[in-house]
Protein backbone atom coordinates (compact mmCIF):
# COMPACT_ATOMS: atom_id res chain seq x y z
CA UNK A 1 0.00 0.00 0.00
CA UNK A 2 1.62 3.68 -1.17
CA UNK A 3 0.74 6.39 0.20
CA UNK A 4 -2.16 8.27 1.70
CA UNK A 5 -5.29 8.28 1.77
CA UNK A 6 -5.50 4.57 1.92
CA UNK A 7 -7.07 2.78 -0.50
CA UNK A 8 -7.46 -0.90 -0.44
CA UNK A 9 -10.30 -3.70 0.15
CA UNK A 10 -9.93 -6.24 2.64
CA UNK A 11 -12.11 -9.57 3.12
CA UNK A 12 -11.00 -11.51 6.23
CA UNK A 13 -10.62 -15.44 5.58
CA UNK A 14 -11.95 -17.53 8.46
CA UNK A 15 -8.84 -18.49 10.19
CA UNK A 16 -8.75 -20.90 13.30
CA UNK A 17 -5.03 -21.85 13.80
CA UNK A 18 -3.87 -23.74 17.47
CA UNK A 19 -0.18 -23.46 17.45
CA UNK A 20 1.94 -24.68 20.99
CA UNK A 21 4.49 -27.54 20.95
CA UNK A 22 2.71 -30.73 21.81
CA UNK A 23 -0.54 -29.19 20.02
CA UNK A 24 -1.14 -32.63 18.12
CA UNK A 25 -2.60 -33.44 20.72
CA UNK A 26 -5.13 -31.51 20.09
CA UNK A 27 -6.36 -32.79 16.63
CA UNK A 28 -9.51 -34.98 18.73
CA UNK A 29 -10.49 -31.99 20.05
CA UNK A 30 -10.65 -30.02 16.59
CA UNK A 31 -12.51 -32.99 14.84
CA UNK A 32 -15.34 -32.82 17.69
CA UNK A 33 -15.43 -29.29 17.52
CA UNK A 34 -16.12 -30.06 13.29
CA UNK A 35 -18.78 -32.40 14.60
CA UNK A 36 -16.87 -35.04 12.51
CA UNK A 37 -17.06 -39.05 13.15
CA UNK A 38 -15.35 -40.57 10.34
CA UNK A 39 -12.17 -38.96 9.42
CA UNK A 40 -9.37 -39.90 6.53
CA UNK A 41 -5.91 -38.89 8.10
CA UNK A 42 -3.62 -38.15 4.74
CA UNK A 43 0.17 -37.76 4.34
CA UNK A 44 2.69 -38.77 2.14
CA UNK A 45 5.16 -41.91 3.03
CA UNK A 46 7.78 -40.29 4.42
CA UNK A 47 4.85 -38.59 7.12
CA UNK A 48 3.43 -41.75 7.87
CA UNK A 49 4.60 -42.48 11.07
CA UNK A 50 3.48 -39.19 12.20
CA UNK A 51 -0.26 -39.98 10.22
CA UNK A 52 -0.64 -43.01 12.15
CA UNK A 53 0.31 -41.45 15.28
CA UNK A 54 -3.15 -39.04 13.99
CA UNK A 55 -4.72 -41.99 13.63
CA UNK A 56 -3.93 -43.38 16.74
CA UNK A 57 -5.51 -40.34 19.09
CA UNK A 58 -8.51 -39.75 16.83
CA UNK A 59 -9.35 -43.48 18.18
CA UNK A 60 -12.39 -44.55 16.40
CA UNK A 61 -13.55 -41.49 14.83
CA UNK A 62 -10.34 -42.49 12.50
CA UNK A 63 -11.44 -44.83 8.53
CA UNK A 64 -8.04 -44.99 8.06
CA UNK A 65 -4.45 -43.59 6.69
CA UNK A 66 -4.01 -42.76 3.20
CA UNK A 67 0.21 -42.07 2.97
CA UNK A 68 0.16 -41.57 -0.44
CA UNK A 69 0.58 -38.20 -1.23
CA UNK A 70 3.33 -37.30 -4.26
CA UNK A 71 4.48 -33.74 -4.81
CA UNK A 72 1.90 -31.43 -7.31
CA UNK A 73 -1.27 -33.74 -6.61
CA UNK A 74 -1.38 -35.45 -9.65
CA UNK A 75 -4.87 -36.09 -10.86
CA UNK A 76 -4.87 -39.48 -10.64
CA UNK A 77 -2.96 -39.31 -6.79
CA UNK A 78 -6.23 -37.21 -6.28
CA UNK A 79 -8.79 -39.49 -7.80
CA UNK A 80 -7.33 -42.84 -5.26
CA UNK A 81 -7.61 -40.72 -2.58
CA UNK A 82 -11.47 -39.32 -3.24
CA UNK A 83 -12.08 -42.86 -4.06
CA UNK A 84 -10.54 -44.14 -0.73
CA UNK A 85 -12.68 -41.24 1.40
CA UNK A 86 -15.25 -42.25 -0.72
CA UNK A 87 -15.18 -45.59 -0.27
CA UNK A 88 -14.96 -45.38 4.05
CA UNK A 89 -17.68 -43.03 3.98
CA UNK A 90 -15.25 -39.97 5.73
CA UNK A 91 -16.65 -36.58 6.54
CA UNK A 92 -13.37 -35.12 6.64
CA UNK A 93 -9.84 -35.57 5.96
CA UNK A 94 -6.93 -34.66 8.63
CA UNK A 95 -4.10 -33.68 6.52
CA UNK A 96 -0.57 -34.44 8.13
CA UNK A 97 2.45 -32.69 6.38
CA UNK A 98 3.58 -30.09 3.89
CA UNK A 99 1.87 -28.57 0.54
CA UNK A 100 1.76 -32.41 -1.17
CA UNK A 101 -0.32 -33.92 1.59
CA UNK A 102 -2.26 -30.73 2.33
CA UNK A 103 -2.93 -30.45 -1.21
CA UNK A 104 -4.17 -34.06 -1.16
CA UNK A 105 -6.43 -32.97 1.41
CA UNK A 106 -8.02 -30.15 -0.79
CA UNK A 107 -8.57 -31.93 -3.49
CA UNK A 108 -10.93 -34.53 -1.60
CA UNK A 109 -12.34 -31.53 0.14
CA UNK A 110 -13.26 -30.21 -2.91
CA UNK A 111 -14.58 -33.10 -4.50
CA UNK A 112 -16.62 -34.41 -1.76
CA UNK A 113 -17.54 -31.41 -0.04
CA UNK A 114 -15.97 -32.20 3.35
CA UNK A 115 -13.56 -30.18 5.89
CA UNK A 116 -10.35 -30.51 6.24
CA UNK A 117 -7.84 -29.73 9.24
CA UNK A 118 -4.17 -29.44 8.54
CA UNK A 119 -1.25 -30.37 10.53
CA UNK A 120 1.51 -28.67 8.84
CA UNK A 121 5.21 -29.95 9.09
CA UNK A 122 6.68 -27.56 6.74
CA UNK A 123 6.62 -23.92 6.61
CA UNK A 124 5.18 -23.94 2.93
CA UNK A 125 2.01 -21.77 3.96
CA UNK A 126 -0.62 -24.05 1.96
CA UNK A 127 -3.05 -24.40 5.16
CA UNK A 128 -3.74 -20.70 5.21
CA UNK A 129 -5.22 -20.74 1.44
CA UNK A 130 -8.27 -21.55 -0.48
CA UNK A 131 -5.97 -22.03 -3.19
CA UNK A 132 -6.16 -25.88 -4.24
CA UNK A 133 -3.70 -27.39 -7.45
CA UNK A 134 -4.13 -30.59 -9.24
CA UNK A 135 -1.43 -32.02 -12.07
CA UNK A 136 -2.87 -33.47 -15.34
CA UNK A 137 -1.24 -33.98 -18.55
CA UNK A 138 -1.93 -29.95 -19.38
CA UNK A 139 0.14 -28.72 -16.26
CA UNK A 140 -0.84 -27.74 -13.42
CA UNK A 141 -4.25 -25.80 -12.26
CA UNK A 142 -5.20 -23.84 -9.06
CA UNK A 143 -7.99 -22.50 -7.81
CA UNK A 144 -9.64 -21.19 -5.58
CA UNK A 145 -12.50 -22.14 -3.73
CA UNK A 146 -13.19 -21.85 -0.05
CA UNK A 147 -14.54 -25.04 0.68
CA UNK A 148 -10.42 -26.18 0.46
CA UNK A 149 -9.82 -23.78 3.13
CA UNK A 150 -8.47 -25.73 6.15
CA UNK A 151 -11.46 -25.20 8.61
CA UNK A 152 -9.01 -25.77 11.28
CA UNK A 153 -5.08 -25.68 11.51
CA UNK A 154 -2.85 -27.63 14.38
CA UNK A 155 0.37 -25.89 14.49
CA UNK A 156 2.97 -28.29 16.61
CA UNK A 157 6.62 -27.03 16.25
CA UNK A 158 7.76 -30.72 17.48
CA UNK A 159 6.50 -32.09 14.08
CA UNK A 160 9.06 -29.88 12.45
CA UNK A 161 12.17 -31.25 14.29
CA UNK A 162 13.56 -33.55 11.86
CA UNK A 163 12.79 -31.48 8.79
CA UNK A 164 16.29 -31.81 7.37
CA UNK A 165 18.34 -28.28 8.00
CA UNK A 166 18.79 -27.65 4.10
CA UNK A 167 14.72 -28.36 3.62
CA UNK A 168 13.93 -26.15 6.37
CA UNK A 169 15.67 -23.31 4.95
CA UNK A 170 13.93 -23.50 1.58
CA UNK A 171 11.32 -23.93 2.67
CA UNK A 172 11.19 -20.91 5.36
CA UNK A 173 11.95 -18.68 1.87
CA UNK A 174 9.06 -20.28 -0.18
CA UNK A 175 6.96 -18.78 2.92
CA UNK A 176 8.85 -15.70 3.27
CA UNK A 177 8.18 -15.14 -0.74
CA UNK A 178 4.78 -15.10 -0.16
CA UNK A 179 5.08 -11.90 2.57
CA UNK A 180 6.76 -10.40 -0.22
CA UNK A 181 4.65 -10.51 -3.07
CA UNK A 182 1.79 -9.67 -0.48
CA UNK A 183 3.11 -6.38 0.09
CA UNK A 184 3.11 -5.03 -3.68
CA UNK A 185 0.00 -7.28 -4.65
CA UNK A 186 -2.90 -5.72 -6.39
CA UNK A 187 -5.11 -6.47 -3.81
CA UNK A 188 -2.95 -5.40 -0.38
CA UNK A 189 -3.82 -4.32 2.43
CA UNK A 190 -2.72 -2.48 5.60
CA UNK A 191 -3.95 -5.80 7.91
CA UNK A 192 -1.54 -7.88 5.22
CA UNK A 193 0.98 -6.00 5.18
CA UNK A 194 1.18 -5.84 9.09
CA UNK A 195 1.13 -9.60 9.19
CA UNK A 196 3.79 -9.30 6.22
CA UNK A 197 6.37 -7.69 7.90
CA UNK A 198 5.95 -9.04 11.22
CA UNK A 199 6.30 -12.45 9.37
CA UNK A 200 9.43 -11.93 7.39
CA UNK A 201 10.79 -10.32 10.73
CA UNK A 202 10.36 -13.78 12.48
CA UNK A 203 11.00 -16.18 9.77
CA UNK A 204 14.94 -13.82 8.87
CA UNK A 205 15.60 -14.20 12.40
CA UNK A 206 14.57 -17.67 13.24
CA UNK A 207 15.77 -19.94 9.75
CA UNK A 208 19.82 -19.06 10.44
CA UNK A 209 18.96 -20.31 13.88
CA UNK A 210 17.06 -23.65 12.66
CA UNK A 211 19.22 -24.30 9.85
CA UNK A 212 22.39 -23.85 12.80
CA UNK A 213 20.70 -26.10 15.25
CA UNK A 214 18.12 -27.78 14.08
CA UNK A 215 16.46 -29.13 17.69
CA UNK A 216 15.60 -25.76 18.58
CA UNK A 217 12.21 -25.71 19.58
CA UNK A 218 12.79 -21.89 20.10
CA UNK A 219 14.01 -21.19 16.86
CA UNK A 220 11.67 -24.34 14.94
CA UNK A 221 8.60 -22.12 16.78
CA UNK A 222 9.75 -18.68 15.64
CA UNK A 223 10.01 -19.62 12.21
CA UNK A 224 6.35 -21.50 11.89
CA UNK A 225 4.73 -18.42 13.12
CA UNK A 226 6.71 -16.64 10.58
CA UNK A 227 5.08 -19.66 7.96
CA UNK A 228 1.91 -18.81 9.52
CA UNK A 229 1.85 -15.59 9.25
CA UNK A 230 3.08 -15.76 5.70
CA UNK A 231 0.60 -18.46 4.54
CA UNK A 232 -2.33 -15.95 5.58
CA UNK A 233 -0.73 -13.42 3.15
CA UNK A 234 -0.47 -15.89 0.69
CA UNK A 235 -4.26 -17.32 0.95
CA UNK A 236 -5.61 -13.19 1.35
CA UNK A 237 -4.12 -11.59 -1.71
CA UNK A 238 -2.75 -11.84 -5.10
CA UNK A 239 0.91 -13.35 -5.87
CA UNK A 240 3.08 -12.04 -8.82
CA UNK A 241 5.76 -12.50 -11.30
CA UNK A 242 7.81 -14.36 -8.16
CA UNK A 243 4.95 -16.97 -8.24
CA UNK A 244 4.12 -16.98 -11.67
CA UNK A 245 7.55 -18.40 -12.49
CA UNK A 246 7.73 -20.69 -9.75
CA UNK A 247 4.72 -22.20 -10.97
CA UNK A 248 5.97 -22.32 -14.30
CA UNK A 249 9.44 -23.79 -13.03
CA UNK A 250 8.38 -26.42 -10.75
CA UNK A 251 5.20 -27.38 -13.47
CA UNK A 252 6.99 -27.64 -16.53
CA UNK A 253 10.35 -28.19 -16.24
CA UNK A 254 10.17 -29.71 -12.96
CA UNK A 255 12.20 -27.70 -10.70
CA UNK A 256 12.15 -28.64 -6.89
CA UNK A 257 9.19 -26.12 -5.42
CA UNK A 258 11.21 -24.40 -2.47
CA UNK A 259 14.45 -24.56 -3.20
CA UNK A 260 13.41 -22.51 -6.78
CA UNK A 261 11.33 -19.78 -4.43
CA UNK A 262 14.71 -18.96 -2.61
CA UNK A 263 16.50 -18.91 -5.39
CA UNK A 264 14.23 -16.78 -7.27
CA UNK A 265 13.08 -14.47 -4.64
CA UNK A 266 16.38 -11.44 -4.77
CA UNK A 267 16.18 -11.70 -8.67
CA UNK A 268 12.45 -10.93 -8.80
CA UNK A 269 12.45 -8.39 -5.76
CA UNK A 270 15.63 -6.37 -8.01
CA UNK A 271 13.35 -6.56 -11.13
CA UNK A 272 10.61 -5.49 -8.95
CA UNK A 273 12.05 -2.97 -6.35
CA UNK A 274 11.97 0.55 -8.57
CA UNK A 275 7.69 0.19 -8.69
CA UNK A 276 7.08 -1.31 -5.41
CA UNK A 277 8.78 1.61 -3.06
CA UNK A 278 6.53 0.92 -0.18
CA UNK A 279 7.70 -3.09 -0.02
CA UNK A 280 10.90 -1.89 -0.13
CA UNK A 281 10.81 0.28 2.82
CA UNK A 282 8.39 -2.64 5.15
CA UNK A 283 11.58 -5.69 3.77
CA UNK A 284 14.60 -2.76 4.93
CA UNK A 285 12.76 -2.80 8.48
CA UNK A 286 11.45 -6.30 8.61
CA UNK A 287 15.15 -7.60 7.08
CA UNK A 288 17.17 -5.18 8.95
CA UNK A 289 18.96 -4.61 5.92
CA UNK A 290 19.21 -0.95 3.93
CA UNK A 291 19.03 -3.12 1.05
CA UNK A 292 16.69 -5.86 1.00
CA UNK A 293 17.70 -7.73 -2.26
CA UNK A 294 21.30 -7.58 -0.51
CA UNK A 295 19.47 -9.29 3.06
CA UNK A 296 17.37 -11.80 0.88
CA UNK A 297 20.45 -13.15 -0.83
CA UNK A 298 22.31 -13.32 2.46
CA UNK A 299 19.49 -14.74 4.27
CA UNK A 300 20.03 -17.31 1.35
CA UNK A 301 23.57 -17.85 2.07
CA UNK A 302 23.19 -17.99 5.47
CA UNK A 303 20.45 -21.29 5.63
CA UNK A 304 22.69 -23.21 2.54
CA UNK A 305 19.98 -22.01 -0.46
CA UNK A 306 21.67 -23.12 -3.72
CA UNK A 307 23.04 -20.76 -5.59
CA UNK A 308 21.42 -20.62 -8.96
CA UNK A 309 18.41 -22.25 -10.75
CA UNK A 310 21.17 -24.21 -12.89
CA UNK A 311 21.73 -25.91 -9.50
CA UNK A 312 18.55 -27.16 -9.26
CA UNK A 313 18.39 -28.65 -13.17
CA UNK A 314 17.01 -25.95 -15.39
CA UNK A 315 18.96 -25.99 -18.43
CA UNK A 316 20.20 -22.76 -20.53
CA UNK A 317 18.03 -24.13 -23.45
CA UNK A 318 15.16 -23.95 -21.15
CA UNK A 319 15.12 -20.35 -20.57
CA UNK A 320 13.56 -19.26 -23.85
CA UNK A 321 10.48 -21.54 -23.70
CA UNK A 322 9.89 -20.83 -19.65
CA UNK A 323 9.97 -17.20 -20.16
CA UNK A 324 7.73 -17.32 -22.86
CA UNK A 325 5.78 -19.85 -21.28
CA UNK A 326 5.39 -17.15 -18.14
CA UNK A 327 5.15 -14.46 -20.20
CA UNK A 328 1.61 -16.19 -21.88
CA UNK A 329 -1.05 -15.98 -19.38
CA UNK A 330 -1.65 -12.48 -17.79
CA UNK A 331 -0.86 -12.07 -14.05
CA UNK A 332 -0.59 -9.54 -11.80
CA UNK A 333 2.81 -7.86 -11.19
CA UNK A 334 4.12 -3.93 -9.86
CA UNK A 335 6.65 -3.91 -12.56
CA UNK A 336 5.77 -5.31 -16.26
CA UNK A 337 7.53 -8.31 -17.20
CA UNK A 338 7.35 -9.38 -20.78
CA UNK A 339 9.20 -12.65 -22.58
CA UNK A 340 12.17 -10.60 -23.07
CA UNK A 341 12.26 -9.29 -18.92
CA UNK A 342 11.70 -12.61 -18.01
CA UNK A 343 14.13 -13.95 -20.21
CA UNK A 344 17.08 -11.99 -18.96
CA UNK A 345 15.92 -12.47 -15.23
CA UNK A 346 16.05 -16.39 -15.33
CA UNK A 347 19.87 -15.61 -17.45
CA UNK A 348 20.42 -13.82 -14.69
CA UNK A 349 18.98 -16.32 -11.76
CA UNK A 350 20.81 -18.96 -13.66
CA UNK A 351 23.99 -19.13 -12.18
CA UNK A 352 23.18 -17.20 -9.43
N1 LIG B 1 -2.17 -24.29 -2.40
C1 LIG B 1 -1.35 -23.49 -1.76
O1 LIG B 1 -1.75 -22.47 -1.22
C2 LIG B 1 0.09 -23.87 -1.65
C3 LIG B 1 0.96 -23.09 -0.89
C4 LIG B 1 2.30 -23.50 -0.78
C5 LIG B 1 2.72 -24.65 -1.42
N2 LIG B 1 1.83 -25.37 -2.16
C6 LIG B 1 2.25 -26.62 -2.83
O2 LIG B 1 2.87 -27.45 -1.87
C7 LIG B 1 3.88 -28.25 -2.47
C8 LIG B 1 5.18 -28.06 -1.74
O3 LIG B 1 5.00 -28.28 -0.36
P1 LIG B 1 6.23 -28.45 0.63
O4 LIG B 1 7.32 -27.55 0.22
O5 LIG B 1 5.68 -28.39 1.99
O6 LIG B 1 6.77 -29.90 0.29
P2 LIG B 1 6.16 -31.38 0.49
O7 LIG B 1 4.86 -31.38 1.16
O8 LIG B 1 6.25 -32.02 -0.87
O9 LIG B 1 7.23 -32.03 1.44
C9 LIG B 1 8.54 -32.26 0.98
C10 LIG B 1 9.08 -33.56 1.55
O10 LIG B 1 9.40 -33.36 2.91
C11 LIG B 1 8.84 -34.39 3.70
N3 LIG B 1 8.51 -33.79 5.00
C12 LIG B 1 7.47 -33.00 5.29
N4 LIG B 1 7.54 -32.62 6.58
C13 LIG B 1 8.65 -33.18 7.10
C14 LIG B 1 9.28 -33.16 8.39
N5 LIG B 1 8.77 -32.44 9.39
N6 LIG B 1 10.42 -33.86 8.56
C15 LIG B 1 10.97 -34.56 7.55
N7 LIG B 1 10.43 -34.61 6.29
C16 LIG B 1 9.28 -33.93 6.09
C17 LIG B 1 7.62 -34.86 2.93
O11 LIG B 1 7.28 -36.20 3.28
C18 LIG B 1 8.08 -34.73 1.50
O12 LIG B 1 8.77 -35.88 1.09
C19 LIG B 1 3.95 -27.80 -3.91
O13 LIG B 1 3.20 -28.69 -4.70
C20 LIG B 1 3.29 -26.43 -3.89
O14 LIG B 1 2.75 -26.07 -5.13
C21 LIG B 1 0.54 -25.02 -2.27
Known sequence: MDGWPPRFAYEALPMRVV????????????????????????????????AERVAGA????CVG????????????????AVG????????????????????????VARELDVPVIAVPTTYAGSEMTPVWGITGEEGK????????????????????????PG???????????????????????????????????????ALPSVVADPGSLEARGRAQYGAWLCGACLGATTMGLHHKLCHVLGGSFGLPHAATHAVL??????YNAPETPYAMNVLRGALGDDDPVRGLRALGAAVGAP??????????????????????????NPRPAGAVEVRELLLAALDG
Request: aromatic share 2%.
Open 19 to 50: MRPGAVAEVPAETDRLGLRRVLVLSTPGRAAT
Open 265 to 270: LPHVLA
Open 167 to 205: VSGVSGLNALAHAVEALYAPDASPIVSLMAAEGVRALAG
Open 65 to 80: VHADAVAHVPAAAART
Open 307 to 332: AGLGALGLRRADVDAAAREAAAAPYA
Open 141 to 164: RTGRDPRVLPAGVVYDPELTLDLP
Open 58 to 61: LGER
Open 84 to 107: TARDAGADGCVAVGGGSAIGLGKA
